[in-house]
């Protein structure tokens, strides 16, 4: 596990477009793993950018999203795929048939988990974009999830239901569950770009580098993979001690 030590918030949000931009110009067909939330917001805003400024195509780029809440149509502003095409599909030159996010209407979700999973093995995810849950989820694969998990439904944890109702009316209005990745599934992805922004990180950054790898602590599992960018911000670090592994 790579773990690049920068400034803030903004130079986190550069310096990952810079990685997923690099890569996608080395890959005939790229596909990337994207994930929703606060955290990759600015790194969608400089892909933007660098697309605006012709220097970088999505045209050959397939996407799968993390995950996707249950009982939310595609254009509900709090669903992940409005915040998709708002924050990034609509700004670039992607095709639409390349984009996959689970289907939060689908009728049968056992059918759709399995569906979505095929999808990903056929294609197999170059670069996945992650963030992490104050308990240390990853996805919405919540503590205690199995590490052999493939993309299912799950109940989300109460302190998720309460970190997500920023976006909500109240809390009341958060869906309970959601599709999501398994663990299995985001681990199969060549290379993981995991950002972590803000003081409020800085215990699960703190276990994810010394905590024992344990389902107790989703998150703790990357230690396993051997392709893993870290890329945190100082405050996300506050809490690590030992800076030993920490590029800065
Ligand atoms: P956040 O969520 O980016 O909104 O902090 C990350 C996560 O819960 O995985």
Redesign the pocket.
């Known amino acids: 596990m790579d773990i690049i030590c920068v400034n803030d918030y903004e130079e986190m949000s550069e310096k990952a477009a810079s990685i997923v931009v690099e890569h996608i110009k080395q890959l005939s067909k790229p596909t990337l793993g994207l994930?929703t939330?606060?955290?990759?917001e600015g790194l969608y805003k400089s892909l933007i950018q660098k697309y605006q400024q012709n220097q970088i195509s999505f045209k050959d780029v397939t996407t799968f999203n993390l995950d996707e809440y249950t009982g939310l149509s595609k254009d509900d502003p709090n669903s992940y795929h409005y915040y998709m095409s708002h924050r990034f599909f609509d700004h670039i030159d992607i095709n639409p048939s390349h984009i996959h996010i689970p289907n939060g209407k689908a009728s049968d979700f056992g059918q759709e988990c399995i569906k979505y999973d095929e999808y990903i093995r056929k294609n197999k995810i170059d670069i996945q974009i992650?963030?992490?849950?104050?308990n240390g989820?990853?996805?919405f694969n919540e503590p205690g999830t199995p590490f052999a998990s493939r993309t299912h439904v799950v109940e989300l944890a109460e302190s998720?239901i309460q970190?997500?109702s920023r976006y909500f009316k109240n809390i009341e209005e958060v869906p309970t569950k959601a599709i999501t990745m398994g663990i299995e599934t985001i681990m199969e992805s060549n290379m993981i770009l995991l950002l972590v922004s803000g003081e409020?990180?800085a215990e699960a950054m703190e276990r994810l580098l010394n905590d024992n790898v344990s389902e107790d602590f989703p998150a703790s599992i990357l230690q396993r993979h051997g392709n893993v960018k870290v890329i945190a911000d100082k405050k996300a670090l506050a809490k690590v001690k030992d800076l030993t592994r920490v590029l800065c």
Not at 37 to 40: F, I, L, Q, Y
Not at 130 to 134: D, K, N, T, V
């Open positions: 994930a939330g606060s955290t990759p992650l963030g992490i849950g104050e989820h990853i996805g998720t970190a997500n409020k990180k």
